[in-house]
């Protein structure tokens, strides 16, 4: 399916350091992209309600990624899904009394716009479940010829005894260090089925799940039905990035069973490649709202779209999502959203306020914010730190009207667009 416009992103002059982001397997600071193509895989929405504030967080981090990756002279693959039909669509559109494929059409388009005003750089490949059937078809015949798959009630499993390497993103060895038990609760919790009955193993994940009266369906080897949601993100990923790729990111909700079984999938699927499926897993944290997680089953939601319809500034919105570390969980408040409003309006009179030519004692080098922004996103992108050298400047500016010298308003407009996003 099409993605959105595209921003333009300025070139800066010389390079930015190669990128490097904590890997949620090992713990550690571990370089996201080892050759000159970069390459990204990040699981993309289930559009049964329009983008709320975490997916804009999320998204906003992969995007400085993305960016971070362009600036340190990277040729960037990027590849995003939708999952166009799964069991909470379907339920939402039961329940409004619209047809699914309205639903996903219209809440993409929404995501869309959102996508486009926050200034998030577009995947080459942004990919629907739909569109996507014949081949995760395909794929889950590689994982049947190797095996692993078996019948229950007509519906097709995937056991995870055949990848001994189950558990290596999530697992005991692993950092988030999961039990059997953990890893069956959340199961539980995020669309699994551990307690039906006749599978082998609790932790066997649905690969294709036979037509029930009044769903959509789809013909495939495995007789008409529609696909299991890690194989649709296993699948799309091995497709257009290859066996094995940079990074996988997601939320931190995504963590287990979604990024463990896709990886799971994926070894299987490919067993004969060598190294498979991500080097680098990169998981955002929660945005919570009214103290709770803002998630689409509970409601406790705060829209990119309404924000926009009310006036906000989405470069605001954007702001006030840099101004938290990507990996931690925090709650979006009114004065997160006045925050990162006051902020945007003193980089915005700091750059217009330039018309000196000799800058003033006290007012830094603007080289030295351009290094400094590239370093903190280059490490694990720290984009609370990139806002505090930009922050420094614009008050340094601030205090000293008419002694910023042009060229380093425009120099300091071009980072914070480049790198940051922001267009001041
Ligand atoms: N379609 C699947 C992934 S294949 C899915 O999880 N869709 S989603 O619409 O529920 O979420 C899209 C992305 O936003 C995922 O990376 C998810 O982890 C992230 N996300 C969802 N809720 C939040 C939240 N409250 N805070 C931060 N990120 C979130
Ligand atoms: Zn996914």
Redesign the pocket.
């Known amino acids: 399916m099409d993605a959105w416009r595209g921003p333009e992103v300025p070139d800066l002059p010389g390079r930015g350091p190669e990128p490097r982001l904590r890997d949620t397997a090992t713990g550690e600071l571990t370089v996201a992209a080892t050759g000159r193509d970069a390459s990204l895989y990040?699981?993309?929405?289930?559009p049964y309600d329009a983008t709320?504030l975490?997916?804009a967080?999320?998204f906003t981090a992969w995007d400085l990624l993305v960016r971070a990756w362009l600036d340190a002279g990277h040729h960037v693959t990027y590849t995003q899904?939708v999952?166009d039909v799964d069991d909470p669509l379907l339920e939402r559109a039961e329940r409004d009394g619209v047809d699914w494929r309205e639903l996903a059409l219209r809440e993409t388009d929404r995501y869309r716009r959102d996508m486009e005003a926050l200034r998030i750089v577009p995947p080459a490949h942004l990919i629907g479940a739909v569109e996507a059937v014949p081949l995760i078809d395909r794929f889950a015949e590689r994982l049947a010829a190797r095996g692993s798959l078996y019948d229950l009630e007509g519906d097709t499993y995937f056991a995870r005894c055949a990848d001994p390497a189950f558990g290596a993103l999530s697992g005991p060895d692993s950092a988030p260090g999961l039990s059997l038990a953990q890893m069956t609760a959340l199961s539980a919790e995020r669309g699994g089925d551990p307690d039906r009955p006749g599978k082998k193993d609790p932790l066997d994940v649905l690969v294709w799940r036979a037509e029930r009266p009044g769903e959509p369906a789809w013909d495939s080897r495995f007789g008409p039905g529609r696909p299991g949601?890690h194989v649709?993100?296993a699948a799309i990923a091995v497709e257009f990035l290859g066996a094995a790729f940079d990074v996988q990111a997601?939320?931190?909700?995504?963590v287990f069973p979604?990024h463990e079984m896709s990886a799971s999938h994926a070894r299987v699927a490919c067993a004969a490649d060598g190294r498979v499926f991500a080097r680098v897993y990169a998981h955002?944290?929660?945005?919570?709202y009214q103290g709770q997680?803002?998630?689409?089953s509970l409601g406790n939601l705060v829209f990119v779209s309404k924000l926009r319809d009310s006036g906000t500034d989405p470069m605001a919105i954007r702001l006030a999502i840099l101004a938290h570390h990507y990996r931690s969980d925090w709650e979006w408040t009114p004065e997160v959203l006045t925050g990162a409003t006051t902020r945007l309006t003193r980089w915005r009179t700091a750059v217009s306020s330039a018309t000196g030519s000799a800058r003033a004692p006290g007012v830094p080098a603007v080289d030295d914010v351009l290094r400094t922004v590239r370093e903190r996103l280059a490490e694990d992108l720290d984009a609370p730190g990139a806002l505090a050298a930009i922050d420094t400047w614009a008050d340094a500016a601030l205090t000293a009207p008419g002694s910023v010298p042009l060229a380093d308003a425009r120099l300091i407009r071009d980072t914070a667009d480049a790198l940051l996003g922001i267009a001041l």
């Open positions: 990040a699981c993309g929405i289930t709320h975490g997916h967080a999320t899904n999952t949601w649709e993100c997601g939320g931190s909700d995504l979604h955002s944290g929660m945005v919570a997680k803002m998630s689409k």
